[in-house]
């Protein structure tokens, strides 16, 4: 029977699933496949582009060097990686091969969009309010999408790759800190409808805690932690030379004690300029006409971790950690989740035929059929 370490030791990669579940370990980031045969993954340990098999949960290849982003193409040939080394590069999912580089140097990648096309690839950095239209096959820049008062976090292009969409909120911040929802940002007259979301009322710099579900788990795994450790001293201390017990030794003063845990730290951020959603016409009549202008913009009352289209282009939606709300296109007309039966938010979280769903746990990815 297998000891107690082994078997506290075998919760920490892994969790406990039943068949026919297969188990990521330590995974950033997580993708279908556009047919939905293959997963991809971004490893948090190697930072390499891992596919797996969505039938059989192998691996079936693996590349790339200190990656932080990746987004198929729509045909799934292809995938566009976002690097450390300040690279975006292309590249063929079954070689691996670079097939092509973005003519820039970019710090902090943001967010990553491909057109449905595969021909132009959008992009956004942390150290400029704009996102960047990239001409695909040549890596050459075609448009700088100015107008933003914050970090664009989400991009995308709509269906048919006519429009394109941006969304500003909180930029990177350190591991552990906790994002505080800010207000809106300027509305002009020109940027279309302002969204009918009352905006939250909030100082420009909160303190707040860390939530009780984070503490928790924290907690959680600290417990556990000093639960292997004590086990290990014990096993080490009770067998000596000839795996003959030895007695532990006397202390010769009383051991030190134990300072209590200290409080979970408050982590202070600061709010962004804006929180919005802009969409754009994008396509070669609009980038032959000059800069661009946003044919809507709606504030937003929570800083968006995703942001997009509807399959229809009818509407557009944002995600935050705690809502998601989406709006008519041309419109703006705030849509009302509850009533609206078409969906809103293409399945990027199921695979092609809906049979394979994606949830993630503890930085661990999961395949749930």
């Given at each position: 029977m297998p000891s107690r370490l082994t078997a506290l030791l075998a919760l920490l990669p892994v969790l406990a699933l039943a068949d026919p579940v297969a188990s990521v370990p330590k995974t950033s980031q997580a993708v279908f496949a556009p047919d939905g045969k293959v997963l991809m993954t971004i490893s948090a340990d190697d930072q390499k582009v891992h596919f797996w098999s969505a039938d059989t949960s192998e691996e079936v290849n693996r590349f790339g060097v200190a990656v932080t982003q990746a987004i198929f193409s729509a045909d799934g040939k292809r995938i566009i990686v976002a690097g450390r080394d300040g690279a975006i590069r292309i590249h063929d999912v079954r070689t691996g091969k670079a097939l092509r580089r973005l003519d820039g140097e970019f710090k902090t990648i943001t967010a990553l969009a491909i057109s449905p096309d595969g021909s132009r690839v959008l992009t956004a950095t942390a150290e400029q309010p704009n996102a960047i239209l990239w001409d695909a096959d040549t890596g050459k820049a075609l448009k700088t999408i100015e107008g933003h008062a914050a970090t664009v976090v989400a991009v995308a292009f709509s269906a048919d790759g006519s429009m394109c969409l941006t969304a500003t909120g909180v930029g990177p911040t350190p591991a552990g800190s906790v994002i505080v929802p800010g207000g809106p940002g300027n509305t002009t007259p020109d940027e279309g409808p302002p969204s009918n979301i009352a905006p939250p009322v909030a100082p420009p710099r909160t303190t707040v805690p860390m939530p009780p579900r984070v503490l928790e788990e924290m907690r959680r795994m600290e417990e556990l932690k000093k639960l292997v450790e004590?086990?290990?001293?014990?096993?080490?201390?009770?067998?000596?030379?000839?795996?003959?017990?030895?007695?532990?030794?006397?202390?010769?003063?009383?051991?030190?004690?134990?300072?209590?845990?200290?409080?979970?730290?408050?982590?202070?951020?600061?709010?962004?300029?804006?929180?919005?959603?802009?969409?754009?016409?994008?396509?070669?009549?609009?980038?032959?006409?000059?800069?661009?202008?946003?044919?809507?913009?709606?504030?937003?009352?929570?800083?968006?971790?995703?942001?997009?289209?509807?399959?229809?282009?009818?509407?557009?939606?944002?995600?935050?950690?705690?809502?998601?709300?989406?709006?008519?296109?041309?419109?703006?007309?705030?849509?009302?989740?509850?009533?609206?039966?078409?969906?809103?938010?293409?399945?990027?979280?199921?695979?092609?035929?809906?049979?394979?769903?994606?949830r993630t746990a503890i930085g661990q990815a999961v395949l749930i059929d």
């Open positions: 004590a086990e290990g001293r014990a096993r080490a201390l009770a067998m000596g030379p000839g795996n003959q017990p030895v007695p532990p030794p006397i202390p010769d003063r009383p051991a030190d004690p134990v300072a209590p845990p200290a409080p979970p730290k408050e982590i202070t951020v600061q709010k962004p300029a804006e929180q919005a959603l802009r969409v754009w016409a994008c396509d070669a009549a609009a980038l032959a006409a000059g800069p661009l202008t946003p044919k809507l913009k709606i504030d937003l009352a929570n800083s968006p971790l995703f942001a997009g289209f509807a399959p229809d282009g009818k509407a557009v939606w944002a995600a935050s950690p705690n809502s998601f709300n989406a709006w008519k296109f041309p419109t703006g007309e705030a849509l009302d989740l509850s009533k609206n039966a078409a969906p809103i938010a293409p399945a990027g979280r199921l695979s092609a035929d809906r049979r394979m769903g994606l």
